[in-house]
């Protein structure tokens, strides 16, 4: 059994061990209403196998929104805010969200604002949201294409994750949360990047025991700094770059929307170039990252009228200040800097040799 990991007062709870927790709490708090938010893929999918899991059922409703990364706007927090007023929710409600990324987030959002607060809890059923999402206290939605524009810091009372939740999910929104895992090797520990080289041959076991030094990985990191004044940016590796993709693909019109896992392996690929040449990470080591990611990813077509855009959107990074653009880098594997500022003609040239 995976040991259950602390981090600020919010419990992680793994796979069997999480509907223990879960049930005992739902016994003794005698919440008035409970909430289940859903998306239309969790509904079918996930939503049966959750509700198995418990052993007394009490009385909820299922809010569902719609999937996908362009629904994680505050309208859609607005209409979530006025079903749970109208079907009577108070300040001892609950708030389950059980769905990726844009759930989690979106509903972590909602359910410390309504009311100027409620619990929720977080049951993640991707890969990325398992790793990244998981942990960490963030909450938001995106302003336009802008993602992770508008939130607050606030943990929730619990995280189940539970990887049977995994069988649902098709092969691309697997190897997104793959690049997240993939992220903490580069940015923490160089052994687990080398455990990650070969993710095709692992056991269900395995994959079990690489999420769960994936969450311990981020949890040391935001435990340390809960409010990114410092150690927590290392976690935007590859994200600088990766986010600006990420919002291009999404409101551009001609092109493939792209999973953020997608778009934060190009953002890799692009950063350790970066480091590279401003902070001689090793280039031995920058073809193997790069080849290691294309191995998981296909190549993005992304011309040079592209990247201008993609640079305007870089002014809009969260890690900005006093209108410079910061990026993490690296000197070496697991020795992050931060706080690095990069020309354009330097950005262009991060560009070919993903490319290239």
């Known amino acids: 059994m995976l040991n259950s990991i602390n981090s600020n007062g919010c419990q992680v709870h793994f796979n069997e061990k999480s509907y223990e927790e879960l049930n005992a709490h739902l016994e003794t708090k005698g919440y008035s209403k409970i909430f289940i938010l859903v998306d239309e893929n969790t509904h079918a999918n996930c939503l049966p196998v959750f509700l198995g899991k418990l052993t007394t059922l009490p009385e909820f409703e299922i809010i569902e929104i719609e999937a996908g990364e362009v629904n994680k706007q505050i309208e859609t927090c607005s209409e979530v805010w006025k079903v749970i007023s109208e079907l009577g929710g108070d300040r001892k409600s609950l708030l389950i969200n059980l769905g990726g990324g844009v759930v989690t987030d979106l509903g972590g959002f909602v359910g410390a604002t309504y009311m100027r607060g409620i619990d929720f809890l977080n049951i993640p059923t991707t890969l990325l949201s398992m790793v990244d999402a998981s942990v960490g206290g963030k909450t938001g939605v995106d302003l336009g294409p802008l993602k992770n524009q508008v939130g607050v810091i606030i943990n929730p009372i619990m995280v189940l994750i539970d990887t049977e939740y995994l069988e649902t999910l098709p092969q691309n929104e697997l190897r997104s ?180």
């Open 177 to 356: 949360g793959l690049a997240e895992m993939l992220k903490h090797g580069l940015i923490y520990d160089e052994a687990y990047w080398k455990q990650l080289q070969n993710m095709n041959q692992l056991s269900p076991e395995d994959l079990d025991q690489l999420i769960h030094r994936s969450v311990v990985i981020k949890n040391e990191v935001v435990t340390e700094d809960p409010r990114e004044n410092g150690l927590r940016k290392i976690l935007n590796y590859g994200h600088t770059l990766g986010h600006a993709v990420e919002s291009y693909f999404l409101q551009s019109e001609e092109k493939t929307t792209l999973l953020h896992g997608e778009a934060i392996a190009i953002g890799m690929i692009m950063e350790t170039y970066l480091s590279s040449e401003l902070l001689d990470f090793p280039k031995d080591k920058l073809e193997e990252v790069k080849a290691n990611f294309l191995s998981y990813f296909d190549k993005v077509t992304i011309t040079n009228e592209d990247m201008d855009a993609i640079i305007k959107l870089m002014r809009f990074d969260k890690k900005n200040a006093h209108g410079n653009v910061n990026f993490v880098l690296l000197e070496n594997i697991s020795k992050p800097k931060l706080d690095v500022t990069v020309n354009k003609d330097l950005l262009i040239k991060s560009l070919e040799y993903y490319k290239n």
